[in-house]
């Protein structure tokens, strides 16, 4: 595609590996986004698909944390979060403890607030970006700590809560691996 466009004069030559980045990161979301709305067909579950687009994907572009080294590994890794994520949430909505949910979520949000966004060396973000960020994830998260809960109490169903803490503690969990690397590499 970047070919495509640089032999037709639409890009520069300086702005090809630019564009080469910004395909590979789209091809590589739009399989992701592929294959976890197959699985959740495949599963009879589309909600969690959802759920796992808007709490999962949105909180961790803008919180960051561990990246695979390759897209494959990205992709697979993508797939294998998601299929906790599904499976979490399963355990949760059998158990139907509400204070089990509300510890989860809230812990999760708390990991969310406090450490993102995460800097990674390969995805460096200037303070500028790194504050705007840390904004949204902040907002984000705040808007999903009173949203889901609410949807629950409305539809009567814990399985917004059940989804949404799965989902939160996936996003919390990527962002706390690169922090244990990070300082087991301080020690070494």
Known sequence: MTEFMYKKGVISLSKRPTFI????????????????????????????????????????LFSGGFHANTYLRCFFLTNVVYLLVVLISEILFRFSSIPLL???????????????PIRHRNHPLSETIYMRNQKVSRCLVAVFELLFPCLSFLTGSLIWMSLFSASLMAVAILMIVPKIQERRNQYE
């Not at 091809?27 to 698909?49: D, E, Q, R």
């Not at 509300?102 to 993102?116: D, E, K, N, Y």
Request: charged share 5%; aromatic share 18%; proline share 2%.
């Open 21 to 60: 980045y910004g395909f590979q990161l789209i091809l590589s979301a739009l399989c992701s986004s592929f294959s976890i709305l197959t699985i959740s067909i495949l599963l009879g579950k589309p909600l969690s698909a959802l759920m796992f687009f808007i709490v999962f994907f949105w909180t961790r």
């Open 102 to 116: 509300l510890s989860a979520q809230i812990l999760s949000g708390l990991i969310v607030l406090f450490f993102a």
